[in-house]
């Protein structure tokens, strides 16, 4: 029997991926291992979204070949698409596996085993262009290894081209995946105990846009992707995927992976805020808070229209969690323009923010773009958000103090020789009721403390929310 260590970088989709890789890997009959013990097989999922997701990716897969010299070693994803030549050229690889090729990963390297004598250099199974990929590569995760909350991957692709992002090169054009096919899947989950869902994509505001075609087969709304934010646009497609996920019995909780500002309108705030198993939970990504940096960067909105968005949100919620992304150090923004940066953040109290410093990508505008700033200028103005980022988070999660919330029980810690049940609330904020309750299980308590590591603390009331 064939041992496989797989290991992951990346995003939610990527994860996503990498269980349907495993499932595929296990129903081959092989057995899994972990990735620090030795393996006849090891799969790297990559990532590609920054040079250090680059320089990570390379070391995982170099680490793979110093625990076992004889194994196979294979690279998959974001990595290997974009940079192949690099790939294929590195002497700890064996089989190249781009995006659009996962669900292939045990034939691929069954072919492989059968014909390695014959094989000269690494084996490349990649897919050239993947603009020119229309079909949605279709997946179904079958279990759920215990875990209470689960990313249904729903849409690949991007067609944003923002001018730092090498996404659309590594996953292509935006491909939407079949109603049936979701909600077949969820539906399974949900029947295994599943309570939480996380609906995800790579760029989910496009969901949908591409299933719309006339009768010759051409898009009719396809252009709607990019819209400005300022457009009144309704993903009706979207909210027909929560509606669905909705009515699944077994399904409490519904999350919403990343989202343009474009699609927060009245509308589907309206939809949203009707279905009481949709979280409060938004995450917007803004990148940066200055206007002429957002022109730069090729977003299709300004700072005063994702602040309208957010506004918006707060009309409809009364205190919900708003995340968000941003870049700093990116190509000539100078000082005056990461103040205002800094003003923006103080402004909407993030819940919380994901700072990256700018990594210059191949085959990115931005990449050319005058005014490279230094690694230090990008940590320096990174500490500085982080700082804020701490203190908003503390404020938001400080409002819960006192008052009744319900969490989703997920595992239990001991902290001082006592033990908690550890879960998060609708809004995404950790916290723990004292004991060892049953995991999988909705409670409500009332909050009343911090522990050290600042997860909040709850206590316990013994009361389950559906008894």
């Known amino acids: 029997m064939k041992s496989v260590a797989l290991h992951n970088l990346g995003c939610k989709v990527n994860e996503y991926e990498i269980e349907i890789m495993q499932q595929n890997v296990q129903k081959a009959g092989w057995q899994i291992v972990k990735f620090s013990q030795k393996a006849d097989i090891y799969v790297i999922n990559t990532c590609s979204v920054t040079n250090i997701a680059d320089r990570k990716s390379r070391q995982m897969l170099h680490k793979a070949r110093k625990m076992n010299p004889d194994a196979i070693v294979v690279a998959v994803g974001c990595y290997a698409q974009t940079d192949t030549s690099g790939a294929l050229g590195d002497s700890a690889v064996d089989i190249v596996i781009g995006n659009n090729n996962k669900t292939k990963l045990v034939p691929i390297i069954e072919e492989y085993l059968a014909n390695r004598d014959r094989i000269e250099g690494t084996y490349r199974c990649i897919v050239d262009d993947l603009s020119r990929e229309r079909q949605y590569e279709d997946m179904l995760l079958e279990d759920y ?45 949900a029947d295994k105990g599943v309570k939480e869902v996380v609906i995800t994509g790579i760029h989910l ?109 707060r009309e409809y919620y009364e205190h919900p ?34 700072i990256f410093k700018y990594s210059k990508r191949r085959n990115t505008v931005a990449a050319t773009l005058p005014g490279q700033l230094t690694e230090a200028v990008k940590a320096a103005r990174s500490d500085i958000l982080s700082e804020k980022n701490a203190v908003n988070s503390k404020n938001f999660r400080a409002f819960l103090l006192g008052r009744d919330v319900e969490i989703l029980t997920e595992e239990h ?55």
């Open 205 to 313: 505001s496009s969901y949908g846009l591409d299933l719309h075609k006339d009768d010759e087969g051409r898009i009719t709304s396809y252009n709607n992707a990019n819209n400005k934010a300022g457009d009144e646009y309704t993903n009706e497609d979207l909210l027909e995927v929560i509606k669905n996920v909705s009515a699944i019995q077994g399904i409490e909780r519904i999350r919403l992976g990343s989202l343009e500002p474009r699609v927060i309108t009245r509308p589907f705030l309206e939809r949203l805020k009707a279905d009481k198993k949709v979280c409060p939970h938004f995450h917007l990504s803004l990148q940066s808070g200055c206007d002429e940096t957002l022109v730069r960067m090729n977003r299709r909105y300004t700072s005063e229209e994702f602040l309208e968005r957010v506004s918006l949100i």
């Open 413 to 467: 810690i001991e902290v001082d020789g006592k033990t908690y049940t550890v879960g998060h609330t609708v809004d995404y904020v950790m916290a723990a009721f004292e004991g060892e309750l049953e995991i999988n299980t909705l409670i409500v308590g009332n909050v009343y403390d911090f522990l050290k590591d600042d997860i909040l603390m709850l206590k316990n009331k013994s009361k389950k929310c559906y008894d």
């Open 145 to 189: 290894a215990g875990r209470v909350r689960v990313d249904i991957k729903i849409q690949d692709g991007c067609d944003q081209f923002c001018s730092f992002c090498i996404i659309p090169h590594a996953r292509g054009r935006i491909r939407s995946r079949e109603m049936d096919s979701i909600l077949k899947e969820i539906t399974a989950l």
């Open 321 to 354: 969690a708003i995340t968000t992304d941003i870049i700093v150090g990116f190509p000539g923004e100078t000082e005056e323009e990461f103040e205002k940066t800094c003003g923006f953040v103080d402004k909407v109290r993030f819940y919380e923010t994901h």
